[in-house]
C-alpha cells in the first residue's frame, strides 16, 4: 500500500489576489493547476526549488477546468518539463486549451451582453494573447470516472463536477481522500465577493456530491475564498473545514437562487445600475462590488440562472 504523499502549494503571483497551483510529490509528480503564462517561471520553479525539487521532474499537468488563470501556464509548464509531463483536462472544458479566441468568444456570449464595453472583445484579446502562454492540444481527455496512475501505487481518481464550468473536475488522491477541486467550491466568491458559476443546478448537485459522497479529508481550493463575512478561507482546509466550505456555499447558492428567482419573476428591467438588468438580486443580497471586474462573477452567475429559467 503507497503511503500518503506530501502535497505543497505553489504561489505565483498575479493582479489582485494571486494564483495557486498545488504538487503533488508522487513518483510522478503532478502540478494541478498552472497560473498563467509566467507562472510557472516565477512562482513554481523557486517554489519547487525551495522543497528540493526540479519543474523537469513534473510528469503529470492535471488542470481542474478551462479558465485563464488555471490554464494559461500550460504550455509553459509543459516545455519547462521538456515536453516530458502529460496535460490533462476534461474534454468540455478542452476548446479552452486549444484556442486563445475560445476564452474570447466565452467572454463575448455571455458577459459582454450585459457589460456593454465597447473595448470588450479586443481587451479580451489582448488578455487571452498575453496570460495564455500557448495553444496545445491536451494528452488526456477526461469523461470522469478515470483513475491515473502517479507511480509507486499513487493513484488519483477524476470526479466530473460540473457547474463552475462544464468541463470542471476534482482529483482525488486515493487512500488519504485529499480533493483537489479548482474553482468549484465558490463559497461567498473570492476578490469580487460573488460566487461565480456558469450552471447553477450543476454546481448544486456538484457540491452536494463532494459533500455526501467524496468527503474530502482535504479540500484544495483555486483561491482563498471567502465567507459571508468576508474573511477568506485557506486553500488548504482539514475536513471540518472542508464540510464547512461545503455547506456554506450550498447556503450562498440557495441565497443568491432564490433572488435571482425572484427577479426573473418580476420580470429583467434595463436600468441605468451597473447591476443592470440584475438590480433587485444586488439590492436583496446587500452586494455592493463591482460587477465591471473581471471575471464578473456577478454576470456569469445571474445570466446562467437566467439561461436555467
Not at 145 to 174: C, F, K, M, Q, R
Not at 175 to 193: K, L, M, P, T, Y
Not at 252 to 271: D, N, P, S
Request: charged share 25%; aromatic share 8%; with cysteine.
Amino acid at each position: 500500500m503507497a503511503h500518503d504523499v506530501d502535497i505543497h502549494p505553489l504561489w505565483s503571483p498575479w493582479g489582485r489576489f494571486g494564483l495557486y497551483s498545488f504538487f503533488i510529490d508522487a513518483p510522478e509528480p503532478a502540478v494541478v493547476d498552472t497560473g498563467i503564462a509566467s507562472s510557472p517561471a516565477e512562482g513554481m520553479v523557486p517554489a519547487l526549488e525551495k522543497l528540493g525539487r526540479s519543474i523537469e521532474e513534473v510528469r503529470w499537468i492535471l488542470l481542474t477546468h478551462g479558465h485563464i488563470d488555471h490554464l494559461g501556464g500550460a504550455h509553459a509548464l509543459w516545455e519547462l518539463t521538456g515536453r516530458r509531463a502529460q496535460v490533462v483536462i476534461h474534454r468540455a472544458d478542452a476548446h479552452l486549451l486549444r484556442s486563445r479566441r475560445a476564452h474570447v468568444q466565452q467572454y463575448l456570449d455571455v458577459r459582454q451582453q450585459y457589460l456593454n464595453d465597447p473595448d470588450g472583445e479586443a481587451g479580451q484579446t489582448r488578455t487571452a494573447e498575453a496570460v495564455i502562454s500557448g495553444e496545445m492540444e491536451p494528452h488526456v481527455l477526461l469523461e470522469g470516472g478515470e483513475t491515473l496512475s502517479l507511480g509507486g501505487g499513487v493513484t488519483v481518481s477524476v470526479h466530473h463536477i460540473p457547474g463552475h464550468t462544464a468541463g470542471s473536475v476534482a482529483y482525488a488522491v486515493d487512500g488519504q481522500r485529499s480533493v483537489f477541486v479548482g474553482d468549484a467550491v465558490q463559497i461567498h466568491g473570492a476578490a469580487n465577493g460573488f460566487p461565480g458559476y456558469e450552471d447553477p443546478v450543476a454546481y448544486r448537485e456538484s457540491l452536494r456530491r463532494l459533500r455526501d459522497e467524496i468527503r474530502p479529508r482535504e479540500l484544495y481550493l483555486g483561491h482563498p475564498y471567502r465567507s459571508a463575512d468576508g474573511k477568506p478561507y485557506d486553500v488548504r482546509l482539514d475536513e471540518e473545514g472542508a464540510r464547512r466550505a461545503l455547506d456554506e456555499s450550498l447556503d450562498i447558492e440557495a441565497g443568491v437562487g432564490a433572488a435571482a428567482g425572484r427577479c426573473l419573476c418580476a420580470g429583467l428591467t434595463e436600468t441605468d445600475s451597473v447591476y443592470s438588468p440584475f438590480a433587485p438580486v444586488a439590492e436583496e443580497l446587500g452586494y455592493e462590488g463591482d460587477p465591471r471586474l473581471e471575471p464578473s462573477p456577478f454576470f456569469t452567475t445571474l445570466h446562467g440562472y437566467r439561461a436555467r429559467a
